[in-house]
């Protein structure tokens, strides 16, 4: 009577939404100030003043058919134009608005594009490294392509290269790189960046067809101490790159983001073709009309990187005081600790008893591990750790 795929999709929540919704329930038991939910990626410092008063400003300044109607499906060409520019004047690159196809945020943008890279016949797969967001496999499998991953170099989550040259086939449509990475908030290295590059470029020339990089990037802005993240079509011009303005502008629940096409890709025309046919059949009609227009005006705005700063240092200082082994966070509002038994599983479920809401690595393709999202509030960091240090105390 229904596909039992999707059945399934949509009633076993994930792991994150599972137990975000229990901390909701225990906060209405203990109170909301005695439960550390670190469950979910959901950023609490507040979009910039600008965001609001560029939506007042635009609903007060414009025709409301305007504002509210359809756009063109790729997007309105002015907000597309401002945002060439702001990537031209960062990057050094040559864009303009037929660069860009807007999309509702990043999920849209990564779900178009393994669309249109899954080809019509025959097998096709996509490469992931772990940890990696686990949606990429419902993205990846709900265009009848299939996902492969590369396990995780526990050492500092960069890239396993001989792993990953072993797994390349004439199958591989792209491979998908996340930095800053959710869940270790780990950058790639400029030097990472350049390796796969090179066995990509090898590997494309040996297949006789070109392996994209899908570069999803919504957690760009967000770095810490200095750290640049490369950006990729620079090294590699067959990239894809896919944006969100969810944590950089906090504008999660508005879902705007896009897809970016350098005009260096193999064969521009029928790449940016085939994303705008892939967005007509998953029925993206145009993002946001209105949202397009305000992160337009708001493209040059930072984003608040001191405050997750802060948090991050301040969760992985009383962490490490607590006992944990964890990689000191480099960008993201991720912390990505070894949990302190090997069931990771067991782990989280035990933490919750300290009202400790943390994610198995597992459900990032990386037992033995656990997630802390710090997009929190200091307090509630500050009031965890002691409750983290009861947990360790446990294990001794």
């Known amino acids: 009577m229904v596909s039992e795929k999707m059945y399934a999709l949509g009633t076993k929540k994930s792991t994150i939404r599972t137990i975000f919704e229990f901390g ?3 906060a209405a038991e203990v109170g909301e100030e005695n439960v550390y939910d670190f469950s979910i990626g959901n950023p609490n410092v507040p979009p910039p003043a600008k965001v609001n008063q560029t939506v007042i400003d635009i609903l007060r300044e414009m025709d409301a058919c305007a ?3 359809y756009t063109v499906a790729p997007g309105d060409i002015t907000a597309r134009e401002a945002i060439a520019a702001n990537l031209n004047g960062r990057f050094g690159i040559n864009y303009s608005g037929k660069n860009l196809f807007m999309t509702s945020g990043a999920a849209a943008a990564l779900t178009i594009c393994f669309k249109a890279l899954t080809l019509d016949n025959g097998n096709n797969e996509f490469i992931a490294f772990a940890p990696y967001f686990p949606e990429y496999k419902c993205f990846v499998e709900s265009v009848g392509a299939s996902l492969r991953v590369v396990s995780a170099n526990r050492e500092n989550f960069q890239i396993k290269f001989d792993e990953f040259e072993a797994m390349v086939s004439p199958d591989t449509r792209a491979v998908i790189v996340n930095s800053p ?3 270790s908030g780990v950058v790639y290295s400029e030097e990472t960046v350049t390796h796969l590059a090179r066995i990509l470029t090898e590997k494309s020339k040996e297949y006789g067809h070109p392996i994209f990089i899908i570069s999803d990037e919504p957690y760009r802005e967000l770095v810490y101490g200095g750290i640049e993240v490369t950006y990729i079509p620079k090294i590699y011009s ?5 944006y969100s303005w969810s944590k950089s502008l906090s504008l999660p629940g508005e879902r705007i983001g896009y897809i970016a096409v350098p005009n260096e890709i193999a064969d521009f025309g029928r ?3 085939a994303i705008a046919g892939a967005a007509r059949i998953l029925t993206h009609v145009n993002a946001s009309s209105l949202f397009q227009r305000v992160v337009a005006r708001c ?3 930072p984003a608040n990187v001191a405050a997750y700063e802060k948090n991050g240092n301040l969760l992985y200082d009383g962490l490490v005081e607590a006992g944990f082994e964890c990689l000191k966070p480099q960008g993201a509002f991720y912390l990505f600790p070894k949990a302190l038994e090997a069931d990771d599983y067991a ?10 809401l943390l994610v198995p690595g597992t459900d990032f393709g990386c037992s033995g591990y656990f997630r802390a999202a710090y997009c929190t509030s200091e307090d509630t960091i500050r009031r965890s750790i ?4 009861k947990l360790a105390e446990e294990y001794k």
């Open 24 to 26: 909701r329930q225990r």
């Open 347 to 356: 782990f989280c479920e035990r933490a919750k008893k300290y009202n400790l």
């Open 238 to 242: 067959n990239t894809l790159v896919c």
């Open 299 to 301: 493209v040059d705005e």
């Open 67 to 69: 504002i509210h109607g």
């Open 271 to 273: 790449v940016y073709g």
């Open 386 to 389: 002691p409750a983290f240090k």
């Open 181 to 183: 990475n959710n869940p």
